[in-house]
């Protein structure tokens, strides 16, 4: 583990030479395939993930067995952060979405490093309250707007480079709703020119269009 690959990382950026030599010391680096059991909601976790290739998908489970995903997590990104500072066991599950490499950080070895770094300690607490702004956003999107204009949020975060790089289902399970409506609404932009239904993946042709029926 190098000084580099962990200055990628945005929660570790900033942090000093000492601070980071001290973190790559104590790193691990793990792979998963796809679709595999990354972490289990409701067991006690190893350690802080750090994603550096692929995409992770942050789920939690209702009794009656019906699915809300929290976030897709990419390159750079960190989860997990919660349940190794309350100790607590995990309030979601992840799973990888693609071929997918982490970093992980044993929970002693964080305590230690926030002990011995307090710039870590700072870094760690600026993601985490950015990590908290996103989880009240998705309540209010689920709260307070519909469908439709749930899917157009999604989509606008999925298409920075204008493509969706996600299925019908997937799309359905991040807006809170099931494929079928999920399908409905779609067509529905799609019919309105503001987006292009292609297999496995959306093309945005109208952000600015999208935009305005988050706000419907």
């Not at 595999?36 to 067991?43: A, D, M, S, Y």
């Not at 070895?109 to 870094?123: M, N, S, V």
Request: glycine letters at 8%; charged letters at 25%; aromatic letters at 4%.
């Amino acid at each position: 583990m190098t000084i580099d690959e962990l200055r990628a990382i945005p929660l570790l950026a900033l942090l000093d030479d000492r601070t980071l030599a001290d973190t790559a010391r104590r790193m691990h680096r793990s792979s998963f395939r796809p679709g595999q059991q990354i972490l289990q909601e409701g067991e006690q976790p190893p350690g802080l993930f750090f994603v550096q290739r692929g995409r992770v998908r942050l789920s939690c489970m209702a009794a009656d067995g019906r699915e809300q995903v929290l976030a897709m997590v990419g390159p750079g990104e960190h989860f997990n952060a919660v349940p190794l500072f309350d100790g607590n066991p995990n309030p979601s599950s992840a799973r990888a979405m693609s071929p997918v490499i982490c970093l992980l950080l044993p929970r002693e070895d964080l305590i230690a490093l926030i002990r011995q770094h307090p710039d870590f300690a700072l870094a760690a607490l600026n993601a985490m309250a950015g990590q908290l702004r996103e989880l009240v956003t998705l309540v209010e999107d689920l709260a307070f707007r519909s469908v439709r204009a749930r899917m157009a949020r999604q989509l606008l975060a999925e298409a920075g480079s204008g493509a969706a790089e996600l299925t019908h289902q997937e799309l359905a399970e991040r807006a809170g709703t099931v494929r079928e409506i999920a399908g409905r609404a779609l067509r529905r932009l799609a019919e309105e020119g503001m987006v292009r239904l292609e297999r496995g993946r959306v093309i945005v042709l109208d952000p600015e269009g999208l935009a305005r029926v988050i706000e419907e």
